[in-house]
């Protein structure tokens, strides 16, 4: 029975209201295509209304001659209404006046209306990065995470890289084109207020889109770009493996892009960042044309590492890889020198520091960092410098080469710790990279005690998958919240030589991970008041914006994005940096850390750093600086006078065998 009442129920609906549904649905239809459509149903309506008009004052009792001049004479009124005053007769009048008040709403109001709203979409669609770039030898960052300002600001501040990298390209200025998925008037007032006075908008251009799809690729005009930057994420795209597999999907999407369009030859150089250093290779497969990649987890455990075996280091780090903190790395081309010994050119230099040389090899290069002084100069080797600035790295003129000979002095130092006792409180997708980089140290042995919700057998799945040689690190595990002043307490950090503070990777935002680190901080911090023993700690932190949460802490911080940031900046403007990076960070080879003064004998005496610098190469070492008070100082000038106490450090260079 409800069906047949349904059925005739549907039969009798009425067609009338049928009718006005489907001409609704039509003129829906049709305003749904665009302003020029909205622009002829106004007219059509406008049309109507003045050929109504002309009908209707056609049945006045002063009708026109013929039915288009009443209509004309209707249109007139419709669409000016200066018209209105000269017209006779009651009902001529009335006509005219109801015209022309439609004249206002449909004729004015309506165009408005339409011009108003094609004017604020149009400008929406400007704001949203939409339109195309064409550009030639901009730098291209692809994605917007929690590295971009920071890359942004690093390429604005290496003004003088900056000129050189792009005088070899015929370029006349930089511009960096950002490709982000959400471009919004906040995104770039987010940008603004991390440049600061660096902001400059005829520098920077966003666009919409994702790296994924090569119709957004092609919005950037990625093919004409000098160097394109993809940075990882830590927050924005999940988990740092689901960054790397995006990462790895974008370049073979970039690749297929640029066979199709010509060539390998046509894709410019990709600077990226791989969290797992197990998918370097898979990148290196993806990509066809020069790629340039940084394993960062591998890259910060290393510094981690390094700052674990000598505390303090972080400063220098921090001066090393940061343009406009002081001394950086610098690479030099000096073919005057090509055939001369290394060792010869100490005096050539007086305002840098000459580390060694970057060699070519294939399509990479070989890095050579103190190497030995009898090392002949190569017509294609770069010189490697510590210094301000680049015009510190020219030598000086007219400078005569002189045999350098010195009495190599065999030299015992005080032994490091053959073992220690770390703490690490927290776990995430660099946990595993540290305990393999504490695997790699030569002759140390490493206690590892890690406090974290992740649960155990998860961490040891990740540790076993690593291949981590146990025989020099032994780590035992605990399940707790790090955030819990007993769970700490029952640890006893006061037993320790380091203690380690992870930052969380599994909370949804970096605020939210450095939050959690700054309150494991101060737990920690109420945990060693009650005992006797400090621990050194280093605290790895997402946001340099908390860094002043540590500034009355003698605690060691290292901000990893910003580490991240500054090398992908650096080595997309000099490729041969990022070989030197990896050696001087990496465990063996050439390696930077601190010697008392006590065991060069020269503690309370009246030196120079150029006398130093002579020492340290006497021991097959080169001198950077000297730590006084807890102070880093890098590259002092070598008629620099000090008075070191045997609590100072001098900063070298080595060499590990």
């Not at 100490?346 to 050579?368: D, M, N, T």
């Amino acid at each position: 029975m409800e069906k047949l009442f349904f059925k005739l129920r549907s039969r009798t609906t009425d067609p009338f209201a049928r009718i006005k549904n489907y001409l609704k649905f039509r003129v829906e239809r049709l305003l749904l295509l665009g302003v020029h459509f909205h622009l002829l149903v106004i007219a059509s309506v406008i049309g109507l209304v003045a050929i109504g008009g002309g009908l209707l004052v056609q049945e006045t009792d002063a009708p026109f001659d013929d039915h288009e001049t009443a209509i004309w004479w209707a249109f007139l009124r419709l669409t000016d209404p200066g018209y209105l005053g000269d017209d006779e007769g009651l009902a001529r009048r009335v006509i005219s006046t109801v015209v022309t008040v439609l004249g206002y709403v449909l004729f004015m109001g309506s165009l408005i209306a339409i011009m108003t709203q094609w004017l604020n979409q149009t400008i929406r669609n400007f704001e949203r990065g939409l339109t195309p770039i064409v550009r030639r030898n901009h730098i291209l960052i692809l994605g917007w995470t929690n590295r971009t300002s920071e890359i942004v600001s690093e390429l604005i501040r290496a003004e003088e890289r900056v000129r050189r990298f792009l005088q070899l390209l015929g370029a006349r200025g930089l511009h960096v084109v950002i490709l982000s998925e959400d471009v919004s008037l906040e995104r770039t007032m987010e940008l603004r207020r991390a440049l600061g006075s660096l902001w400059n908008p005829k520098k920077i251009t966003f666009r919409s889109g994702i790296p994924l799809r090569i119709e957004h690729l092609e919005r950037v005009d990625f093919k004409n770009a000098s160097a394109i930057i993809l940075p990882g994420a830590d927050f924005a795209y999940g988990s740092a493996d689901e960054s790397d597999m995006r990462i790895i999907k974008t370049l073979m999407s970039i690749s297929n892009q640029g066979k199709r369009g010509g060539g390998t030859g046509d894709l410019p150089l990709l600077v990226t960042e791989i969290f797992d250093s197990d998918k370097v290779f898979m990148a290196q497969r993806a990509y066809r044309g020069i790629l340039e990649i940084l394993a960062s987890d591998v890259f910060i455990t290393r510094c981690m590492a390094q700052n674990v075996r000598h505390p303090g280091l972080s400063h220098v780090f921090h001066e090393i890889l940061s343009h406009g903190l002081g001394n950086e790395v610098y690479i030099h081309t000096s073919k005057q020198f090509t055939g001369s010994r290394f060792g010869d050119l100490s005096g050539a230099y007086p305002k840098a520091i000459l580390l060694g040389i970057v060699r070519p090899q294939g399509e990479s290069f070989c890095p050579l960092l103190n190497p030995p002084e009898d090392l002949i100069l190569e017509s294609e080797d770069r010189l490697v410098f510590l210094a301000e600035n680049y015009r510190d790295c020219e030598p000086l003129r007219n400078y005569q080469l002189e045999r350098v000979s010195r009495k190599f002095q065999e030299v015992s130092y005080a032994r490091e710790k053959s073992k220690r006792r770390i703490l690490i409180l927290g776990w995430n997708h660099k946990a595993v990279d540290l305990l393999k980089e504490f695997g790699r140290q030569i002759d140390e042995q490493f206690e590892v005690a890690v406090l974290a919700l992740v649960p155990t057998a998860q961490r040891e799945a990740e540790i076993k998958q690593k291949d981590i040689d146990l025989r020099r690190v032994v780590v035992t595990h605990r399940e707790g919240e790090t955030t819990s002043l007993s769970n700490l307490r029952e640890m006893e950090p006061d037993r320790y030589d380091n203690v380690v503070i992870l930052g969380s990777d599994w909370v949804n935002t970096q605020e939210e991970s450095d939050a959690r680190t700054i309150v494991v901080h101060l737990v920690l911090r109420n945990v060693l008041d009650e005992g006797t023993h400090k621990p050194e700690i280093l605290v790895d932190l997402l946001d340099s914006d908390n860094v002043a949460m540590f500034e009355d802490y003698d605690s060691e911080v290292l901000i990893t994005p910003l580490i991240a940031s500054h090398v992908l900046a650096q080595v997309a403007l000099r490729r041969e940096i990022n070989v030197v990076y990896e050696e001087l960070f990496a465990a063996g080879g050439a390696e930077i850390c601190f010697r008392r003064v006590s065991d060069y004998g020269i503690a309370g005496q009246n030196v120079n750093f150029g006398e130093l610098q002579e020492m340290s190469a006497c021991r097959d070492e080169i001198a950077l600086g000297i730590r006084q008070n807890g102070g880093v100082v890098l590259n002092p000038t070598p008629d620099e006078p000090y008075i070191l106490s045997e609590l100072d450090d001098l900063i070298v260079l080595i060499r590990e065998n």
